[in-house]
């Protein structure tokens, strides 16, 4: 679970998913129309449609990027790129979203089965090329994000000649601070943090495939549920006391930092 590392590989040895304790499930047609709304009533102009796992498992995300695009929102969409199929391809190239982009952290098998468990190096990199190639002439930008990691980072390289014989953007994503085991030795491929407070809060928030709010992409397991797309408006929950005291308080993170909220303690993106 990404931005769980420190506090899950401490305390388990491991950040996987089966570690969440928060509803799994894929949203509905009725919560999507519920936020839109809210998105477009409060002023929202980009959506991602993921957040925690893997949007293509569930088979409505192309119609909803289609309807986020109808919409006039920008459109982008992470994926670990293993559950497309053609209906899926067909579709989400239909829907002329902004960006796709793939994770993949490896140039070969056996190195990507490492960082991917249970993922399939080769049925990735067809599903990439198939994406690229269903989307030629259009403006999607399709991206290959690699993460450096020690056991990967000679194999930068041969990514990026495989990302342009695919007709991909190819860029490394630098190695955020978790387990030093990990950490590539080349320098230029870790992370820098930014000082705090985090100023993320103010210009962005996730929601949850059952319509729950909460104020950072970090928030793995709901540790800072705000409110509800289906009880209270999205305006509404922003200015609700219980957001304005969590801003305040990560606002406050370096006067006061006994009151910083836990899930901001171990940030891997400020400090």
């Not at 497309?84 to 982009?101: H, K, P, Y």
């Not at 509404?236 to 303690?265: G, H, M, Q, T």
Request: charged share 30%; with cysteine; net charge positive.
């Amino acid at each position: 679970m990404v931005g769980m590392q420190n506090e899950l590989v401490s305390k388990h040895g491991s950040a996987s998913h089966s570690l969440m304790t928060r509803p799994q499930g894929v949203m509905s047609e009725e919560v999507f129309y519920v936020v839109l709304d809210n998105l477009k009533e409060f002023g929202v102009r980009k959506a991602y449609l993921h957040f925690q796992g893997e949007p293509f498992l569930n088979p409505l995300t192309p119609k909803f990027a289609k309807i986020l695009k109808q919409n006039k929102f920008e459109v982008g969409i992470f994926t670990n790129g293993m559950a497309f199929n053609d209906t899926s391809i067909r579709e989400i190239a239909e829907a002329r979203i902004d960006l796709i982009r793939f994770s993949v952290d490896g140039a070969l098998p056996e190195t990507y089965k490492k960082n991917r468990v249970g993922g399939d190096f080769n049925k990735v990199l067809e599903n990439m090329q198939r994406i690229a190639l269903a989307h030629r002439g259009k403006s999607t930008r399709i991206e290959w994000q690699f993460l450096a990691l020690r056991n990967n980072e000679h194999e930068i390289e041969k990514a990026r000649e495989l990302a342009k014989e695919i007709g991909v953007h190819f860029f490394v994503k630098r190695f955020r601070e978790t387990d030093p085991k990990l950490a590539p030795k080349n320098p230029n491929y870790r992370s820098q943090f930014i000082k705090k407070p985090c100023t993320d809060i103010y210009f962005q928030l996730g929601i949850y495939w059952n319509g729950d709010v909460v104020p950072c992409c970090y928030d793995t397991d709901a540790f800072e549920v705000m409110g509800n797309l289906g009880e209270n408006s999205l305006a509404d929950i922003w200015n609700s006391p219980k957001y304005r005291d969590f801003r305040a308080r990560v606002d406050n993170a370096l006067i006061k930092p006994e009151e910083e909220p836990s899930l901001c303690k171990s940030c891997l993106r400020w400090k």
